[in-house]
């Protein structure tokens, strides 16, 4: 085999190694507000944490694809968009095989299988060439009438898919400034994460909390964000109370942060692969 292939191989797999980390170390970090952690299930009946991890190890075949499609098409353009649509519905239907029909991981797919790509095309811009990817159409794309679009209908909210086609900007403006900044105070590291997961919470519309609990519910979850920041994080005191109390209260109004905890996701990728870079 020709040697620069051998290593775009094993970057492939590396890559699908990241990607997969990233989803278990989201899932694993603890206490995370409504949702399914090391403690138990949130405001969900059908998870739990055993399936997140098996869900997102049943991921990882479709993430070095998509990886090596990346290598194969050599740029951005419409041809990769479409396969990478292709590999993404096929990873969806694994993950659903994997979880008996439960939708565990479809906004994670969405977001690291664009950046997956992404950074094997260029790992120097990786949310950039990600967002172009995004924007590009994909004429085999199903429109089914989601819980995002629904929600994307009665609120006029930006969901899943602009949240990528504007470069993730509550990963990139929020959620890893607040990981490098919680780290530098040496909140360590499950803490810090737990503060990027609320950073990326203030501002996010998160279409799973909007569909669970309508703009009430999204008010509390970005709200109850900050407080927990304004309080001085999850490594203090205060803030540990502020955020008891915001898991209290998106349990009791079944508001699940889906799409938040997808983007946490994305953050410790991205930050994984700066560390690697
Ligand atoms: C373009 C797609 C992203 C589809 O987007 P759309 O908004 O139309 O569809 P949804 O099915 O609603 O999926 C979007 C998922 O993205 C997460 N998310 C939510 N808000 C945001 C946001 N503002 N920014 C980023 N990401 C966001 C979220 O995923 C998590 O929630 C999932 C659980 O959701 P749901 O099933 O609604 O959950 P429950 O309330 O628990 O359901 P019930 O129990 O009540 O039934 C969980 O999986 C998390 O991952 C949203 O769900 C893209 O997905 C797409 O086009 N897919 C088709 C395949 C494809 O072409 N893929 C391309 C690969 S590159
Ligand atoms: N930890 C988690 N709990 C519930 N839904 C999720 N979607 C992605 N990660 C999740």
Redesign the pocket.
Known sequence: MHALKQHELSLADRLADMAVDSLIDEADLSPKPALVDRRGNGA????HLGLMHASALSLWPMFKE?AEAAFEFGEVGVPLREA??????E??QAMLITTNG??????????L??LT?AAALQPRAVTLTAAK?ALLE?RF??Q?L????Q??QRYG????????QLGFP?VMQRGLPQLHKSRGQNAGEQNARLDALLAIMTE?????VL??AGTEGLQAMQQGAQAVLDAGGSATLAGRRQLHALDQQLLALNA?P??????LAACLFIDRLDGAL
């Open positions: 969900h009946s059908d998870l998509m990478l649509g292709r590999l993404g519905r990873g969806e439960v939708n565990t991981h479809r906004g994670a797919i969405w977001a299988g664009l790509a990817l994909d794309a199903p089914p989601s819980h995002g679009a929600v994307a909210a930006r969901g899943a898919r602009e949240e990528a509550a996010l519309a998160d279409t799973c569909y669970r699940s889906g799409g938040a905890a997808d983007l």
